[in-house]
């Protein structure tokens, strides 16, 4: 399965947990409108805390429930393939937004279920509609291949750090057979 996200705010280098979830709010609603459409919308009980199959996407951390597409329990990995469009000439990126490898990090971070609730920012709760929170990974190990184009993003900003960026995710299946049939088309 493929399909991309797309992502335009502020990336920041050594991003805070407000930082990252407010990635993650981006991404949460073209992920549920994802799971409106085949073939996940045929898999919807996984997304139900104890399914009938024995498996559940969700991910219990603070307050949130959430449910990634990409996870352990299901034998999945994923490929990423970044285009990251950013102000300033090429090869400034040290000097403008911060360097490529921490904001990197925030954008992985944000793609994957918080490991533990301190991971959130405080006191938060899920909104209207944030129940399930859908991320991609449930971990960003499941990550097996990692490709990253940046280039200048020719359009005015409001701070060196905001980005454009779209993110192609592929699934790979780790197993061959785990039980829940026509998952392994995915």
Known sequence: MEFILHYRGELKSNGTPEDKHRIRQRFHPQLKELWEQPPLKHFKELLEPKSETGFSLIREVGAFQFAPLIACNLNFLAELEIMLLRPGTPGNIVQRGGDIDNR???????????????????????????????????????????????????????????????????????????????????
């Open 104 to 186: 990197l990090k925030t954008l992985l971070d944000a793609l994957a279920v918080p490991p533990h609730s301190n991971a959130l920012p405080r006191g938060i709760k899920p909104a209207d509609g944030e129940t399930p929170f859908f991320c991609v990974l449930e971990d960003d190990a499941l990550i097996t291949k990692l490709s990253v184009h940046t280039d200048r993003l020719l359009e005015g900003t409001i701070s060196p750090s905001e980005v454009e960026l779209t993110v192609l995710v592929r699934t790979k299946k780790l197993a061959k057979e785990i039980g829940i049939g026509g998952l392994d088309d995915l």
